[in-house]
């Protein structure tokens, strides 16, 4: 009975979103706007994980281990209002659906939510692509209130838009990597979030309102010496945070604060204040 009036609220709740053009977030712990952290947002040789350099997270996005001091972090971090997922990897070692059902649920289960790292569009094949959509609908059947975050990675097409359109029905976060360079930003600009939020628009309408912009931190992005690598995120942060055409996302996600400097997380938590936390 109870697994029935489960569905019935999911069916439901996917009617009125259709009627009203509306796109239905399931998650019950997701504050807007989101700043998405992937790792804790702590230094590279930092062991205290009830220390971090920085306040604007909101989501984290971490492997499960069975630990004492993780299991403490995370009681704490949970206490003061963060949601705290644990990644999980779809494809690896993974070859039927039921696999990985059990892999999604077995992290559910321990946690507010679970985030999918990830869908590689170019190297997703059919089989994939529709043993995902299985596992998806599944799992927010059987778990309406948890979070569930998709990082995603590569273009969208009408070929593969099936996909799109179904983290947008049953998953809570879109988090396209779109990662830019210095060098990249200084050949071409920063057109590619524009570019690509619109295509995916587009293709399922009412994503933008889940989609959480995912940046590049981490050393590859770094590749200019003539340029700060502050001024570059920089750039990036405020152009998201100011541009009325991204007004309707859901929040930034950092990939991944880890590979900073202690004294640059904490630059980069006063410009996150400065753009999104405290923003009117």
């Known amino acids: 009975m109870s697994n029935t009036r489960n569905f019935l609220s999911i069916a439901n709740v996917l009617y009125l979103c259709m009627a009203f053009g509306l796109s239905p977030v ?11 952290s992937y790792y804790w947002p702590i230094g590279k040789a930092q062991e205290d994980l009830l220390r971090w350099n920085m306040e604007t997270p909101t989501v984290i996005d971490i492997p499960w281990q069975d630990i004492p001091k993780w299991r403490e972090a995370k009681i704490y971090w949970e206490k003061r209002g963060r949601a705290l997922l644990y990644r999980v990897y779809p494809f690896k070692g993974v070859k039927t659906e039921d ?9 559910l289960e321990k946690s507010k939510g679970i985030a999918i ?17 299985n596992v998806l609908k599944r799992v927010r059947k059987a778990y309406p209130e948890k979070i569930v975050a ?3 990675s590569g273009n969208w097409d009408m070929a593969n838009s099936l996909v799109l359109k179904t983290i947008r029905d049953y998953a809570d976060m879109f988090l396209p990597e779109l990662y830019i360079s210095q060098k990249t930003a200084k050949e071409s600009g920063l057109g590619k979030f524009k570019l690509y939020l619109k295509n995916a628009e587009t293709l399922a ?8 912009v995912g940046l590049g931190m ?3 992005m770094i590749d200019d010496p003539s340029q700060r ?3 570059h995120l920089s750039a990036q942060i405020e152009l998201l945070g100011t541009d009325p055409f991204f007004g309707s996302v859901l929040g930034i996600a950092l990939c991944a604060p880890v590979y900073l400097q202690a004294e640059d997380q904490q630059w980069l938590d006063g ?6 936390s405290e923003r009117k």
């Open 229 to 231: 690598f502050r001024d």
């Open 26 to 36: 399931f998650g019950g712990s997701i504050k807007q706007p989101v700043i998405y």
């Open 150 to 152: 998709v990082w995603c």
């Open 271 to 276: 410009i996150l204040k400065k753009y999104f």
């Open 205 to 212: 309408p009412g994503i933008t309102k889940k989609t959480v």
């Open 218 to 220: 981490f050393p590859e």
């Open 99 to 107: 696999e990985m059902y059990e892999l999604f649920i077995k992290n």
């Open 117 to 133: 790292d990830e869908i590689i569009t170019n190297k997703l094949s059919n089989e994939q692509a529709e043993m995902f959509i």
